[in-house]
């Protein structure tokens, strides 16, 4: 140790103070190489480890067999640097175990504090690495025991064998059964020094898993590392390109930059061999083929995709085609091949479908319109025709981001309503139907109707497909006709009102007689209700003997067109009751919608046909007591008239002839006078035995 170039050496009394140190010592620590008699050891550290070095030795006094490794600040070469130094203290004894002082040899620890920093700093990296990888990474002994892992591997063993990874597992706990035996082959040849990569399907989930040996200082081989990937989004995604290249509907070419077809794979074709040995030219055009080989040699030499478009005349129709160029290795590229033909003629049917549209919007009187509602509730027209303009007085491209500046023109009191409705149709996908107020840029009032159809989008959005046009017209024509209908209500009610005055009962019938209405007076007479007597002929309140010739009077009144007429008196009618009612028919007709109807006014008459019947009976009596009294009065009268010619031709000769002559005459009158007596008796007698009742008065 006195010569040594890399360990310092010094001792010290049982004090502390230094009474010897090697060359190297002072070499190392320059500040304090002159510093020897009487210079104490903890004057050559930093002040701050001074307690640590005096621990040090009372515990090398304690146990003088153990030595004491501690770490201190010595001087660097600079007045305020300091070396980090380790060293070893030990008791110094004499021959009889006496404690003679401190033992101290140290080294300059900087740069194996730097290792194991760096160390440590490394091995906390690696750890981050390999936690942030995706792929799993496990440290397996020869004993089959785990030494460490990471977090992938943690996951993946969780995921697959339900259960968590811990350092110290047998490794054989999360390998299946039916894989054990192959695994233990792998890790046979691992531990052999060899790499393995295989891929796995574990309980339905692919891994790839690699064997990697890892080698001791010896270079012997002390374990194996396995590290997992997986890979079962890769393996899906292959057998669907596989799947994909299949059932691929485009022609793939596999080509060189000279244009030479090295293969290819047509659709519906499966004998392609003999296509490999031509040239692009071979197979397409002179003008198609410099096209693509343009592209392919940009595509090699620029490692860059292309894409080509070209069609192909067939002499009944054009074909169009897309070819997607992308590079490959060895002076290759792929060229896939799609007929786009419907592709491209739907597009140009819809071009021309547009410009139809265009064409037929421009000319509509209203608006076609997508309207479109997100899911923050924002709303925005994605197509307006340019109807709009003239209703709304804004041009498309304003609404195409906001629906605001329509919005704004709609009338205040209508604004909720609408707003109301648009959510309730997006919740319930029910069609949109709304009539609304505007105000147009002159200010006045435009009545608008709107109707569209809800869907519901991919990304929440609801969208509404509709059209919209202005009604005012047709707005101001509706409450023209809702006034001309409460007019005609009014009049329809100041009507029933004046029908049902009517004191006698009416009926209204169309041509053929079929009643339609009856007023209240009708039921209150006859006893039927009006739900009764609908639609029936009026044959049924006419006496059956008198029905045939009621008909034949209907017929005659409208062949005479229906005039205001009394259509009999006296017309004998039947109550529900079966009860005789005589009336005096009132007719006349009037024509509404096209069709002709009969208003039938029938007053109640059966008392005053009752006194008509006394009154013609009386009379019938009267004349036949004047018949039976006429014969009785002529023969007076005839006497009187016989004796009255008498004295036109005889004069009376005496007195006494004179008497008997007017006895003669006073005895015929005295008959006569009798004779009228017995007449007013029997005419009293005829009237006591009729008992003519009084008028009688009408009741309302």
């Known amino acids: 140790m006195r010569n040594s170039g890399t360990y310092s050496v010094l001792a010290t009394d049982m004090q502390g103070n230094i009474m010897y140190v090697n060359p190297c010592y002072n070499n190392r620590f320059a500040r304090v190489r002159d510093m020897r008699g009487g210079l104490n050891f903890s004057d050559t550290i930093h002040p701050e480890d001074s307690a640590m070095t005096l621990e040090a030795a ?5 146990h003088p ?56 700093d490394t091995k906390v990296r690696l750890e981050a690495i390999l936690n942030s990888t995706s792929d799993g990474h496990i440290l397996v002994g020869r004993d089959f025991k785990l030494q460490s892992f990471n977090k992938a591997a943690a996951l993946a063993a969780q995921q697959v064998f339900g259960k968590p990874l811990y350092n110290g597992c047998n490794i054989y706990d999360f390998v299946l059964p039916e894989n054990l035996q192959e695994f233990k082959q792998d890790a046979a040849k691992a531990l052999a020094g060899k790499t393995i990569k295989k891929d796995k399907n574990i309980n339905g989930f692919w891994f790839q898993f690699r064997y990697y ?35 691929l509907p485009d022609d793939l070419y596999v080509v060189r930059s000279d244009g030479s077809i090295t293969d290819i794979q047509l659709q519906g074709k499966k004998d392609t061999a003999g296509l490999t040995t031509q040239f692009l030219h071979h197979i397409f055009t002179k003008e198609t083929a410099a096209m693509l080989l343009l592209q392919i040699k940009a595509a090699i030499n620029e490692k860059k995709n292309g894409q080509v478009s070209f069609s192909v005349e067939d002499g009944q129709q054009t074909n169009y085609f897309d070819a997607s160029i992308s590079p490959l290795q060895s002076d290759t590229a792929l060229m896939l091949v799609r007929d786009v033909s419907l592709r491209v003629r739907a597009t140009q049917e819809r071009q021309k479908f547009a410009k139809y549209q265009e064409q037929v919007s421009r000319n509509v ?20 025709s340019e109807g709009l303009t003239k209703l709304f007085d804004v041009i498309p ?32 996908l029910t069609n949109w139907e709304q009539t609304f107020r505007i105000k147009n840029k002159s200010g006045q009032i435009v009545w608008i109707e709107a109707k569209s159809t809800p869907y519901r989008d991919n990304d929440g959005s609801t969208v509404w497909n509709g059209y919209l046009h202005d009604v005012s017209e047709r707005v101001q024509n509706e409450q023209q006709l809702q006034n001309s209908r409460n007019l005609l209500e009014e009049s329809e009610h100041k009507l029933q009102q004046t029908i049902e005055a009517i004191p006698d009962p009416m009926l209204i019938f169309c041509e053929d007689f079929r009643i339609q209405f009856v007023n209240n007076k009708f039921e209150k007479v006859y006893g039927y209700t009006e739900e009764e007597v609908l639609n029936r002929r009026m044959e049924f309140l006419i006496p059956k003997e008198l029905r045939k010739n009621h008909r034949a009077k209907q017929q005659t009144y409208l062949r005479a067109g229906g005039k205001n007429t009394r259509m009999e008196s006296f017309l004998p009618t039947l109550n529900k009751a079966g009860q005789l009612i005589v009336v005096n028919a009132s007719l006349n007709t009037f024509t509404a919608g096209g069709q002709k109807f009969i208003i039938v006014i029938m007053q109640d008459v059966t008392e005053l046909k009752k006194r008509q019947d006394i009154i013609l009976k009386q009379n019938e009596t009267f004349r036949q007591i004047a018949w039976q009294q006429s014969h009785e009065l002529r023969r007076p009268v005839a006497n009187i008239l016989g004796i009255c010619n008498y004295f036109d031709d005889v004069s009376p000769k005496s007195h006494a002839e004179l008497n008997d002559i007017i006895g003669y005459l006073r005895s015929e009158i005295k008959e006569l006078d009798a004779i009228i007596r017995e007449t007013v008796k029997q005419a009293n007698e005829s009237e006591t035995r009729l008992n003519l009742p009084p008028p009688a008065h009408r009741s309302e």
């Open 365 to 384: 009187p209203g608006v076609i319109y997508q309207f479109r509602m997100l899911p923050d509730r924002s709303m925005h027209f994605t197509f307006a």
């Open 397 to 428: 491209e304003q609404i195409q981001s906001n629906a605001s500046a329509a919005f704004s023109n709609i009338h205040a009191d209508d604004q909720k309503r609408i707003f109301t409705s648009i959510l309730d149709s997006a919740k319930t």
């Open 213 to 247: 040996p890892v080698y001791g200082a010896r270079k012997e081989v002390v374990g194996f590392t396995l590290n997992t990937t997986n890979i079962d989004e890769r393996k899906k995604a292959e057998e669907y390109r596989r799947a994909l290249l299949t059932n």
């Open 65 to 120: 067999d153990q030595p004491v490794t501690l770490m201190l600040r010595k001087p660097g070469p600079d007045t305020d640097s300091w070396i980090l130094t380790r060293w070893e203290f030990s008791l110094i004894q004499d021959a009889e175990q006496n404690p003679l002082g401190i033992l101290a040899v140290g080294h300059d620890a900087t740069k194996e504090e730097e290792n194991r920093k760096e160390t440590e």
């Open 58 to 62: 009372v515990s090398c006094m304690a």
